[in-house]
């Protein structure tokens, strides 16, 4: 995969990880969807661990085009 390939992963994730920290933000002022906040927090933070992880093999594609 190409560095622009993987960034544009990596701003997937993202998106995907700060709708769920809305979501988990609704869960916390409604009591009937409580029970999902611990659901949508772990998934968020799973989302943003995979965004993370995207973006660093997009910087180290990047170097390693630069240098090639």
Request: net charge neutral; with cysteine; proline share 0%.
């Amino acid at each position: 995969m190409t560095s622009r390939t993987n960034l544009a992963l990596a701003t997937d994730a993202v998106a995907r990880a700060a709708r769920l920290a809305a979501e988990a933000e609704r869960c916390i002022s409604n009591g009937d969807i409580r029970s999902r906040l611990a659901d949508l927090t772990r998934v968020g933070a799973l989302w943003a661990d995979i965004a993370g992880a995207q973006a660093a093999i997009a910087r180290v594609t990047a170097e390693e085009t630069d240098r090639g």
